[in-house]
């Protein structure tokens, strides 16, 4: 575990490169037919590009995607687990069992890429984050490379006829791979906010332990093993032990006067 104070310029960063890189390459699924008759056979296809939707070359390694599966009214549609290449794109053919509404979700497995000094400076500066660009510069860091974690995820919806389409919307399991935990540090500043939206604030409302604990265990369920929680309060336990986290970081941010200090923990998710 340290406690340094490149916390914040380095959450910075690593939000920019969860979610940047697929800006710049977004990642999508089509459908060769977008009315596909009960039993005939259609191809998903899965690709990348720059401009939507003008596609590029989409390299895949093996075991490239970790979740493929469509979703219907009442149950999941049994897909092929082989895709092929048809141009750019990687392609499965599927049939849909009958008509109604369907939901395609894929998930890319996660992958690791190193970037070149010059390229992520760049990539930096075109993308606005100065401030991450200063940091990097003050400590000293400009001429070293950078890693990268990224996966990629999309969803497909498909209706081919009448049905119901309430599933479209429900949460499909999709596992993230950084939560941020960020609640009202105390039951003031939990009364502020209720107020602040025309609520009533009850004094169950305010039992802030209570609060924590509820939305940690939300948050528990959406992360992916080895993925990064970041908590932000007046306590350094964070997730803690009891749902599995070790400490990473720790960072004081101190506010001057009499203000308390905001205390930045950053663990990992066994």
């Not at 000094?117 to 660009?133: K, P």
């Not at 004094?203 to 924590?212: E, I, K, P, R």
């Not at 509820?214 to 350094?236: K, N, T």
Request: hydrophobic share 45%; aromatic share 10%.
């Amino acid at each position: 575990m340290t406690i340094r104070s490149g916390f914040l310029a380095a959450t910075v960063v690593a939000l920019a490169l969860a979610t940047a890189h697929l800006s710049a390459h977004d990642f999508w699924l089509g459908a060769s037919n977008w009315t596909p008759d009960p039993g005939t056979p259609f191809g998903i296809s899965a690709g990348v590009g720059e401009h939507f939707p003008k596609r590029e070359d989409f390299k895949t390694p093996a075991n490239w995607f970790d979740d493929w599966r469509i979703i219907g009214p009442s149950a999941v549609v049994p897909v092929p687990k082989v895709f092929e290449r048809r141009e750019l794109a990687m392609v499965a053919d599927v049939t849909l069992p009958a008509t109604g509404a369907f939901l395609a979700v894929m998930r890319v497995a996660p992958r690791i890429i190193e970037m070149k000094a010059d390229e992520f400076n760049d990539y930096l500066r075109e993308e606005g984050l100065t401030d991450a660009l200063a940091e990097r510069r003050a400590a000293g860091e400009s001429d070293r490379p950078a890693k990268e974690r990224y996966s990629r995820y999309a969803k497909l919806a498909i209706r081919n006829g009448e049905g119901s389409a309430a599933h479209l919307t429900r949460a499909v399991g999709v596992k993230a791979e950084l939560v941020l935990f960020d609640p009202p540090y105390s039951p003031r500043q939990i009364t502020e906010v209720y107020q602040s939206i025309g609520r009533a604030v009850t004094t169950a409302d305010t039992q802030s332990a209570v609060l924590y604990d509820r939305v940690r265990r939300a948050a528990d369920r959406l992360l992916a093993p080895g993925g990064i929680a970041l908590s932000f309060g007046w306590s350094s336990a964070g997730f803690g032990k009891r749902y599995g986290y070790t400490t990473v970081e720790i960072m004081l941010v101190a506010h001057g006067g009499a203000h308390n200090d905001t205390i930045c923990v950053a663990q990992r998710k066994r």
